[in-house]
């Protein structure tokens, strides 16, 4: 099984479609561009980076303080019995103690000073994505798991700022050792630094061989992941069914196969982080044996000391030390960078376009819609809605019938903007709908879908959700004209009661009800209806039935619905059929002309 | 822990293998500096020009040596903790998806969905530096120990009597880090939930302009994320500089130590300063030790969210079948009382029989018990009390292959993978193509796939968004019928179809499937008034059962129903 597009990956998908979400920016992605603009992120707070500079330099200095004091103290202690100098040993000593103290002090500071840096950092960029995710269009969740999507928002920048905080002190504390080792090391022989020459260039280079090498491996790593992610909330999604089907053992050797794959990709490009450490630990070793070569040399040639020798060996090691570890970092660097570039590539991808320039505002609504040879399609080439006109007055309520799949759904989805028309126009009051504002045209809307959404809240968070600082006597005003304020009463701490996932169970057609009552609590001028009543039976249904036409009374209602008997006294019936109208009218008309929705409507007594 | 630790050990030879490469590495690199020395107190003394490339020499082949011992010590880790990730994730997955319908409740998809996630992939850093740092860091710990005890047993008790410190200050930052980042996953888990929602009601959202509303919700979501982080970090980040400073105090009272000893003659001042210098070995490998233990709180925490999953007792296990008795029943009840709760029953007293091959209607308002029903027969939930039988077995006491291979369910509004359509309807049987095209004909999703430029290799959409409500029901039809099911079950699996759609079926249904025992909920009495047996059902009990026929003279919910829906007749007659 294999996902529809996943972020990073690189894969196209053929639900593509231009107009909504276009393209994702291919997998090459420069690695300035991403370090530029992780820089931004952490630039910001300028004021946070130098005070971890200042600190790791002058915790870093007064570590290395260390050696220097002891030798100090060393010199004190002299070579035989009884040569000690005690006050000198106890005041180095103090002065050490203090050194360290210090130090470590300064370390702790630098650690919190750079969690709260990681801290705004993380929080703004899991704000920034998730303001892009609700900014997408709706057409973009329709191509991308939800798995992969929380990928992003939860361990990619996890694996980012994880980095960022750990690894770039890292770095800033090996520049400091290194810079001052290499002056020591510079003053004792600089001769023998000229080993160096040789060391550090060949392992620059190789880490940056290496690195090169690893990349493709870490975004393939982060592109598994994020593909493994999606295939597990989607059967977690499935369970159920898996069940009923009993397919345990065939979905796990379906994920089998796609966790294989992400785990050897993480292996993979685990193994090649490594490797850049160890031979990195291998070049420093190489350097210690010329070191020492070179060095016995030059004493043999009168060139340098013996104890030059050995505090020259000790600072390299103090040097290679910092290399080394920055190595490994760099491993942990490219794993950030590939989760870097797809937390980006879910930044990049395109918002709903802006609202027209000079977009104005829908206000003062009537409630007149018009469609004019709209043409529509999700796929190109594969039109869903061709020609389609419409005209619905104020107050109108506009029944859209036919079979499934003809495309009704998709008149809604126009109809609010989540998807943007090929050619034709949609008008509101006389005013094309892209010259409006999006948020003012879907507020002008009331709508009850297919498919009921609840969000783990109360039940009163989940109705009063309709109109924000609803009073609970309107939310129960709702909830009874929805006929579920029995229900909930019922419930164990009635309004109170959580619901949702992991909370109380309630049934699909509760659910319906809930967001009926929700809607209801809506005050918007224009009323959509996409099956609301379909999972609620009969008896209920004309229960509510005279809360729904108070609902429409009024409202331009555009109402869908399988059960004809819903839309009998709709004043203007269309029925679709293929994504064109091909009949409309009202009910008793179009039962005259005894065409296709008379046959539609006879069929509903039909009992085989 | 215990549960994880089952993952470590069938490695714990290979694991030993990378130890004991490790451990060469190890020596080796401790090696390399000893020959330093025999360059300095040998060869260099003795102008031996020879001795110092001889040594030299030696020096590069260590190098050599341990880059490739390092190098294949890291494959073996890095292969070895994906093994165990591998297995333990197949083992989390199997269990969750073998998991009863109450136990996932009890969960939640979402927190069932991050510790699939994050908290495997934390326990697989975990298991991975473990072998590489955890390794290498205690034996240059043991190492320099050994080899300064030797030199100085004095001045190493010193420095050892540290280390009852660092211990107290590492179990002092993982008790308190543990439950910090327990409740950290936790949070998290809260994090998934809202993304998810604002994800699958994205369109409500939009349209009731809530988008601002949601930011405030994630950001506080987030905010509390955030700070749970930083504190968790806080106690860890303790370690370190703590760890370093009890280390360098020992260090500095090796050096007031040291100088008495040298005073009074006991030791030398060559002996302090390698001592020194194998200080600085054991300092860094107690901190890797130290950070091992950090990504050991981290790791725990994860490891006991999946834990709580792979301890979960085995739910409604299959019990021990008794002597098969002859029924004449195909599925029979008999009084049974099921609750959700456990407290207020969501059905009581439930009995009927049904025969092979005949079919039972069951219709109701919503929440009347409906939908309990089916989950029962499905044995998602266990029934309270009472027994169902299917062909006279329990089914707590039919295997759950044998048990479901013999139904096809289609529920009302389920589950469509992003897949292709065939795929879908297959839903992971072995089923051949032409099954397929046949449940699809039956299923009436014919004309589905005439739109579908690909047919059935069209690929749906991400939870089937681009097929409209009625589209997915058909394709939830055909999957139920692709098996050829014993008994098929249609859970208002056919709400959104119109009716003459729906006739079809129903038409189709009887030609095709006289064997299958059908059981139908819905809501219209004409999708139901031909079944052998209806069921009504009113708040978990069947209020009355009979054929439509009875039903219109004895029960007075059927009849108001029947009738709402039958005066649309005479209504349509009229025009």
């Known amino acids: ?608 | 822990m215990k549960t994880i630790g089952r993952y470590v050990r069938p490695y714990t030879l290979i694991v030993a293998v990378t130890m004991l490469l490790k451990l060469a590495a190890a020596v080796l690199d401790l090696l390399i500096p000893s020959f330093l020395a025999r360059i300095i107190d040998d060869a260099v003394p003795a102008g031996l020009r020879s001795g110092i490339f001889f040594w030299g020499g030696i020096m590069l082949a260590c190098a050599v040596l341990s880059l490739f011992t390092n190098m294949y010590a890291n494959r073996i880790a890095a292969r070895t903790s994906s093994q165990m990730t591998r297995t333990l994730r197949h083992d989390l997955f199997s269990k969750l998806s073998y998991l009863s319908a109450a136990q996932l409740d009890q969960i939640g998809i979402p927190s069932a969905v991050s510790r699939l996630t994050t908290d495997t992939y934390n326990l697989n850093q975990l298991f991975n530096r473990v072998q590489r740092i955890g390794v290498r860091a205690p034996i240059l710990l043991i190492g320099g120990v050994t080899i300064t005890l030797i030199m100085d047993p004095a001045l190493t008790l010193v420095l050892l009597a540290t280390l009852p410190f660092i211990g107290l200050l590492v179990r002092f930052v993982t008790r308190r880090s543990v439950p910090l980042y327990t409740r950290q996953q936790g949070i998290l888990d809260r994090l998934v939930r809202t993304v998810q929602e604002n994800i699958t009601g994205v369109r409500i959202i939009r349209a009731l302009s809530r988008v601002p509303h949601e930011r405030s919700r994630f950001e506080a979501v987030s905010q509390d994320l955030s700070g749970t982080e930083e504190k968790a970090g806080s106690i860890m980040a303790l370690t370190n500089p703590a760890a370093s400073f009890i280390l360098n105090i020992g260090l500095v009272l090796v050096v007031v130590t040291g100088a008495y000893l040298v005073n009074a003659g006991r030791s030398t001042t060559g002996n302090i300063i390698a001592f020194l210098n194998y200080f600085t070995i054991i300092l860094n490998a107690m901190l890797g030790i130290t950070r091992v233990f950090v990504m050991y709180s981290k790791g725990k925490a994860s490891a006991l969210r999946v834990e709580e999953v792979l301890l979960m007792p085995e739910d409604l296990p299959v019990l021990q079948a008794e002597a098969p008795v002859s029924s004449p029943w195909h599925i029979q009840w008999e009084d049974v009382c099921f609750s959700y709760n456990k407290r207020q029953d969501n059905l009581s007293a439930v009995s009927f029989a049904l025969r092979h091959g005949e079919t039972l209607g069951v219709i109701g308002a919503t929440g009347s018990g409906k939908s309990t029903l089916i989950a029962l027969l499905l044995r998602l939930y266990e029934a309270g009390s009472g027994r169902i039988l299917i062909d006279g077995q329990d089914i707590r006491t039919i295997p759950r292959k044998t048990l479901y291979g013999k139904i096809g369910v289609a529920f009302q509004n389920d589950f469509i993978m992003s897949d292709t359509l065939r795929e879908n309807i297959r839903y992971f049987r072995d089923i051949p193509d032409e099954a397929i095209r046949q449940a699809v004909e039956d299923a009436q999703a014919g004309e589905i796939l005439q739109d579908k430029e690909h047919g059935l290799l069209h690929r749906a959409a991400v939870r089937g968004q681009d097929l409209s409500g009625g589209q997915k029901q058909r394709l939830l039809i055909a999957r139920a019928l692709a098996g050829t099911p014993e008994i098929l079950i249609l859970d208002d699996a056919s709400s959104a179809l119109d009716y003459q759609t729906d006739a079809r079926l129903r038409g189709a249904l009887a030609r095709n499937y006289p064997q299958a025992t059908k059981i139908i909920i819905a809501q219209r009495v004409s999708a139901i008034m031909r079944a052998d047996h209806i069921l009504v059902m009113d708040e978990g009990r069947i209020e009355s059962a009979g054929t439509h026929e009875e039903l219109m003279k004895t029960s007075s919910i059927y009849r108001e129903i029947a009738d709402t829906q039958m005066s649309l007749l005479e209504g349509a007659a009229h025009v």
């Open chain 1, 1 to 608: 099984m294999s996902n529809p597009q996943v972020i990073g990956g690189g894969r196209m998908s053929r639900m593509e479609r231009s107009g909504d979400g276009r393209r994702d920016s291919g997998p090459k992605v420069s690695r300035a561009k991403t370090m530029r603009r992780l820089w931004r992120y952490m630039g910001v707070h300028r004021g946070l980076l130098v005070l971890s500079l200042i600190l790791a330099v002058v915790g870093n200095a007064l570590a290395l303080l260390g050696p220097r004091l002891s030798g100090t103290a060393i010199d004190a202690i002299g070579l035989g019995q009884g040569e000690a100098d005690f006050p000198v040993i106890i005041r180095m000593a103090g002065f050490m103690a203090m050194a360290y103290l210090v130090s470590a002090v300064i370390g702790y500071i630098l650690s919190r000073v750079m969690l709260r840096l990681r801290r705004k950092v993380v929080t703004r960029m899991r704000r920034d994505v998730f303001n892009r995710m609700v900014s997408l269009p709706v057409g973009f969740f329709d191509r991308h798991q939800t798995g992969d999507l929380i990928s992003v928002i939860t361990y990619d920048i996890d694996t980012v700022n994880e980095s960022l905080s750990s690894d770039v002190i890292q770095l800033l504390r090996s520049l400091v050792t290194v810079v001052v080792s290499l002056v020591m090391m510079l003053v004792i022989a600089p001769q023998l630094v000229l080993v160096f020459l040789v060391t550090v260039p060949a392992s620059a280079l190789y880490t940056r061989w290496a690195t090169g090498r690893a990349r493709p491996l870490f975004r393939e790593r982060s592109a598994q992941l994020g593909a493994l992610n999606g295939m597990m909330e989607q059967m977690m999604d499935g369970q159920r069914t898996t069940k009923a089907y009993a397919r345990e053992e065939e979905v796990i050797s379906n994920f089998d196969r796609a966790n294989d794959a992400a785990v050897s990709a993480y292996a993979r490009a685990e193994y090649a982080g490594t490797l850049v450490f160890s031979s990195v630990n291998f070049i420093n070793n190489v350097s210690l044996a010329l070191v020492s070569v070179f060095g016995g040399l030059l004493y043999l040639a009168g060139g340098v000391g013996l104890g030059d020798i050995s505090a020259f060996v000790q600072y390299s090691r103090k040097f290679s030390g910092p290399i080394n570890e920055t190595a490994s970092i760099v491993g942990e660097l490219q794993s950030a960078f590939a989760a870097a570039e797809r937390v980006f590539r879910l930044l990049d991808a395109e918002p709903e376009p802006q609202d027209a320039l000079g977009a104005n505002v829908l206000s003062g609504v009537r409630g007149d819609v018009r469609l004019e040879n709209v043409t529509f399609s999700y796929l190109p080439q594969v039109p869903v809605i061709r020609g389609l006109s419409l005209t619905a007055r104020p107050g109108d309520v506009v029944a859209i019938v036919g079979p499934t799949g003809a495309g009704k759904t998709t008149i809604i989805n126009l109809l609010m903007r989540f998807y943007d028309i090929d050619s034709g126009r949609i008008m509101v009051d006389g005013k094309d709908i892209y010259a409006l504002t999006r948020e003012s045209l879907r507020g002008a809307f009331t709508m009850v879908l297919q498919d009921n959404w609840l969000f783990h809240g109360t039940v009163y968070d989940n109705i009063a959700y309709g109109r924000p600082g609803a009073s609970r006597d309107e939310v129960e005003a709702a909830a009874k004209a929805a006929m579920i304020h029995n229900f909930i009463m019922r419930l164990p701490q009635g309004y109170d009661t959580p619901i949702g996932d992991k909370g109380h169970a309630v049934s699909k057609g509760q659910a319906q009800l809930l967001t009926i009552a929700r809607a209801m609590l809506g005050n918007a001028r224009m009323l959509i209806l996409d099956e609301a009543t379909s999972d609620v039976d009969t008896r209920t249904e004309q229960r509510i039935q005279k809360a729904m036409l108070a609902l429409m009374r009024g409202r331009t209602s555009f109402v869908i619905a399988h059960r004809l008997s819903t839309i009998r006294n709709a004043d203007h019936i269309l029925v679709v059929r293929n994504g064109s109208v091909i009949e409309q009218g009202n009910h008793e008309n179009l039962m005259k002309s005894n065409g296709f929705y008379a046959s539609l409507y006879q069929a509903q007594f039909e009992t085989t």
